[in-house]
């Protein structure tokens, strides 16, 4: 994921709470790690449940005002990382113990960031996955099908599909390629995926989904 730009939708943002509230109820929570923290609205909402969190945030401003929010709201057992999300998955995340809730609040396609999160990391126990999937908004504005960014094994050499309107497996069933996608990681990396659900905001141009994974 290379943009730092984040579109404004915290209309939904109750929405969002929502759905990591629910993803938490069946855990016991103690490490978050939240790879696109942002201001840290949905991070300083959930803050308080876990022994420690990480915030990963690439956009100097964005994580200026985040570690001042932090700071007036005494929460200081969370730590701001300034840097690539990619680099934090492939450098720090592998010796993170206890990380027990990812949170991915992306605007683009973040499956291919969750590919490296899980060749990088492997939850010790149940794990919850909170994710804002933006790959509808490319297919909204006619963007090319990359089914293969889909994919929880990669192919070699896989072309790009059709302009993505055209696909109306993608148009209708979004849902159904995102647990695909869970799917094919699952046995690749030998994890159970269970309590997958999924929450459309109004426009359903991302989708909001969340799941516990543990390992096999
Ligand atoms: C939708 S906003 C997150 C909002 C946040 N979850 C909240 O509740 O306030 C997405 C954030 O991801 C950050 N971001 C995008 N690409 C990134 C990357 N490669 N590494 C780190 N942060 C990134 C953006 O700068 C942006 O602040």
């Given at each position: 994921m290379s943009k730092s730009h984040c579109p404004?939708?915290?209309?939904s943002f109750e929405l969002k709470l929502l759905l990591r509230r629910r993803l938490l109820a069946g855990l016991r929570p103690e490490g978050l790690c939240d790879l696109?923290?942002?201001?840290?609205r949905l991070l300083r909402a959930l803050a308080?449940?876990?022994a420690f969190c990480h915030a990963v945030e690439k956009n100097a401003r964005q994580a200026a005002i985040l570690e001042a929010r932090l700071r007036e709201e005494g929460l200081d057992h969370v730590t701001v990382h300034r840097m690539d999300h990619e680099k934090f998955v492939r450098d720090l995340l592998p010796g993170l113990?206890?990380?027990?809730f990812l949170d991915v609040d992306a605007y683009q396609n973040p499956h291919p960031l969750l590919r490296l999160v899980f060749s990088n990391w492997r939850p010790a126990g149940p794990a919850a996955i909170a994710v804002t999937d933006g790959g509808r908004l490319g297919i909204v504005r006619g963007?090319?099908?990359?089914l293969d960014q889909y994919r929880g094994r990669l192919t070699p050499g896989a072309a790009p599909g059709p302009?993505?309107?055209?696909h109306p497996l993608l148009v209708a069933e979004h849902e159904l390629i995102v647990r695909a996608f869970w799917r094919e990681l699952a046995a690749k990396r030998r994890l159970v995926v269970r309590d997958f659900i999924a929450a459309w905001p109004p426009g359903r141009r991302v989708l909001y989904y969340g799941l516990i994974v543990e390992p096999d």
């Amino acid at each position: 994921m290379s943009k730092s730009h984040c579109p404004r939708d915290h209309q939904s943002f109750e929405l969002k709470l929502l759905l990591r509230r629910r993803l938490l109820a069946g855990l016991r929570p103690e490490g978050l790690c939240d790879l696109c923290a942002g201001q840290g609205r949905l991070l300083r909402a959930l803050a308080a449940d876990f022994a420690f969190c990480h915030a990963v945030e690439k956009n100097a401003r964005q994580a200026a005002i985040l570690e001042a929010r932090l700071r007036e709201e005494g929460l200081d057992h969370v730590t701001v990382h300034r840097m690539d999300h990619e680099k934090f998955v492939r450098d720090l995340l592998p010796g993170l113990d206890a990380v027990n809730f990812l949170d991915v609040d992306a605007y683009q396609n973040p499956h291919p960031l969750l590919r490296l999160v899980f060749s990088n990391w492997r939850p010790a126990g149940p794990a919850a996955i909170a994710v804002t999937d933006g790959g509808r908004l490319g297919i909204v504005r006619g963007q090319r099908l990359r089914l293969d960014q889909y994919r929880g094994r990669l192919t070699p050499g896989a072309a790009p599909g059709p302009p993505a309107r055209a696909h109306p497996l993608l148009v209708a069933e979004h849902e159904l390629i995102v647990r695909a996608f869970w799917r094919e990681l699952a046995a690749k990396r030998r994890l159970v995926v269970r309590d997958f659900i999924a929450a459309w905001p109004p426009g359903r141009r991302v989708l909001y989904y969340g799941l516990i994974v543990e390992p096999d």
